[in-house]
């Protein structure tokens, strides 16, 4: 049986980052939806993540031989980085092993921090694999993401910042990968208060921990598929594992829309950028899985977003909001008539972005032309104000990822 992580052992973690970690904020969220519910601002944390919290302490607790030897990792990038920044911190060479899909900016991040990054294989628990045969080769000392006790008590420091910054907070909600950070949130906030209610989230296409606390035990999942890479774990960890089924109140999930819409509320709302991962406990509260209540702290847990993937949540986001648009609809081919059909959107208030008119399509009539239109608008009902217009006006419609 594994003996849950101590108070004691979360102060001490405390006592070892003073200096090291940034206190990181607690600020409301704006959203008017979520009235007196905080967030955690982990994505403003050194190395952008609450990772360098549990990494820290682990690589802190090695021997001077331990150090000498070096440390390994396996990470899709936020504990790479936490483990590359305290591996320097603390004069040990890190190797990380990071899946080959692992987003470039957390790439470079890692090697900017002094580690060597290898790439390869589809997933952590891949890299993981063999971040595993490289320390039995090395003699390295493994760094688990989350599967140990002293990561585990690292992240537990983020419960003492928030009840001190919030003594009041009745219900903590954080995201869950391996377990890591939620079980070190659960170990010491029930410690200090056991009527807190800690809540886990967890992305819908990589929810191993429903089926494992209905199991009792970890259990793996057959595949995952989530833009919300940093909490992309086959199989709950067994530390955490233990921690979760014993303090944690409920595990819910969310899908790959109401991340969407999380972040980009949380870009809007409160200027922050969140990764997609980060973002979960938020779209949780946000889409309802959670019933948003007074003195609610979410945890924000990163901010290690790729430019590139960002534009293109902020367009997914845009769209699950309902305030981008994608359509087709057919028109006849005359002269003037996708004229028309700009004059009709233009007048109810759209403003389109993009305009794409074939005649090639095997499926249209002679006689007609496809025109696939993305427009801007200011929400979902202004969306089906116009969709309801363009079918009044006897245009055959159709709309891309909506039920409009």
Do not use: W
């Not at 980060?278 to 889409?287: D, F, I, P, R, T």
């Amino acid at each position: 049986m594994i003996e849950l992580v101590s108070l004691e052992e979360v102060r001490e973690a405390a006592a070892a980052l003073r200096g090291v970690v940034r206190r990181t904020p607690l600020e409301p969220a704006r959203d008017p939806v979520l009235s007196g519910v905080h967030l955690k601002c982990e994505n403003l944390q050194r190395a952008g993540s609450f990772k360098i919290r549990g990494a820290y302490m682990r690589v802190s607790r090695l021997t001077p031989e331990e150090k000498r030897r070096g440390v390994v990792a396996a990470s899709a990038g936020n504990h790479a980085q936490g483990v590359a920044l305290a591996a320097a911190t603390l004069g040990a060479h890190a190797t990380v092993f990071m899946p080959e899909a692992a987003p470039l900016p957390k790439v470079a991040a890692t090697k900017g921090y002094g580690a060597e990054v290898v790439l390869g294989g589809g997933s952590v628990d891949e890299a993981l694999v063999e971040a595993r045969r490289f320390a039995e080769r090395t003699g390295a000392t493994l760094i688990h993401p989350f599967d140990h006790r002293d990561i585990v008590a690292g992240q537990g420091t983020i419960a003492l910042e928030i009840l001190d910054q919030l003594p009041e907070t009745a219900t903590i909600v954080a995201s869950v990968g391996g377990g890591g950070l939620v079980a070190g949130i659960a170990a010491a906030a029930k410690q200090l208060r056991p009527d807190i209610r800690i809540v886990g989230v967890q992305a819908e296409g990589a929810a191993a921990y429903p089926d494992s606390l209905a199991a009792g035990r970890p259990v793996r999942l057959d595949k995952m598929q989530t833009i919300a890479d940093g909490v992309a774990v086959g199989r709950p960890g067994d530390v955490p594992f233990a921690h979760v089924k014993d303090l944690v109140d409920e595990v819910v999930t969310v899908t790959e829309e109401d991340i969407g819409r999380a972040l980009l509320s949380l870009l809007e709302r409160n200027k922050l950028v969140v990764e997609p991962a980060g973002a979960v406990a938020y779209a949780a509260l946000l889409a309802g899985s959670i019933a948003p209540e007074r003195h609610t702290v979410a945890v924000v847990s990163g901010g290690n977003i790729d430019p590139l993937l960002l534009m293109r949540l902020i367009e997914h986001g845009l769209a699950a909001s309902g305030r981008y648009l994608r359509c087709n609809l057919r028109c006849p081919d005359r002269p003037g008539a996708l004229a028309s059909v700009l004059e009709l959107v233009g007048s109810r208030g759209g403003n389109i972005v993009d305009v794409y008119h074939q005649r090639s399509d095997p499926r249209l009539s002679v006689g007609e032309v496809s025109v696939d239109l993305s427009i801007e608008t200011r929400g979902s009902e202004h969306a089906a104000e116009i969709v309801a217009a363009l079918r009044d006006a006897q245009y055959f419609l159709t709309v891309s990822g909506s039920s409009i």
